[in-house]
T-cell receptor, first 114, second 111 residues
């Protein structure tokens, strides 16, 4: 158990719809990162939130957006879903600014777009 | 660009030793991580290297050579439960949680 929880665990959406995924970070951590993991691939960095602001973004279009709340929990929103968005979405929390520590991952949300 | 390479698949025998290699070319370097991921589960942290040399933690060891852009994960006394994907990841920016992952190495341990 990492203390990072994501919801829901599985989700099926139709192409063109919008989806919101949620993450509760580990207690004491101030940074949340989101990753997309396609089947058989390593996780790809989407973006990171630090102190409620986006602090770094990967090569993902603007229809991928997010929020971080004062309690450091976070949301990932994806608009106009495409079939290729089907993947495992992972949330990772870490403590940045207090020395280098590893990222702790949640169990992920498996999104299927049909 | 950022590039991290690992072998796609490896097979080893229970009780044996296996070495999983990782080479990287990134714009910066602030540490290299190894994660284990069982099918359908979250990645779990195994090891971290920021200086050259070997870090040992029980049956797992990880080595780093920054000048060669090279790391390996060494698994000793393999057990069936070690069958999983092993992910090499580089932190290329200092004050951030961003990790750049390789595609992962699927290790199958056979009896």
């Amino acid at each position: 158990e990492t203390g990072v929880t994501q919801s829901p665990t599985h989700l099926i959406k139709t192409r063109g719809q919008q989806v919101t995924l949620r993450c509760s970070s580990q207690s004491g951590h101030n940074t949340v990162s989101w990753y997309q993991q396609a089947l058989g691939q390593g996780p790809q960095f989407i973006f990171q939130y630090y102190r409620e602001e986006e602090n770094g973004r990967g090569n993902f279009p603007p229809r991928f957006s997010g929020l971080q709340f004062p309690n450091y929990s976070s949301e990932l929103n994806v608009n106009a879903l495409e079939l290729d968005d089907s993947a495992l979405y992972l949330c990772a929390s870490s403590l940045v600014g207090r020395g280098l520590t590893e990222a702790f991952f949640g169990q992920g949300t498996r999104l299927t777009v049909v | 660009g950022q590039n991290i390479d690992q072998p796609t698949e490896m097979t080893a025998t229970e009780g044996a030793i296996v070495q999983i290699n990782c080479t990287y070319q990134t714009s910066g370097f602030n540490g290299l991580f190894w994660y284990q991921q069982h099918a359908g589960e979250a990645p779990t942290f195994l090891s971290y290297n920021v200086l050259d040399g070997l870090e040992e933690k029980g049956r797992f060891s990880s080595f780093l050579s920054r000048s060669k852009g090279y790391s390996y994960l060494l698994l000793k006394e393999l057990q069936m439960k070690d069958s999983a994907s092993y992910l090499c990841a580089v932190k290329n920016e200092g004050n951030t949680g961003k990790l750049i992952f390789g595609q992962g190495t699927t290790l199958q341990v056979k009896p």
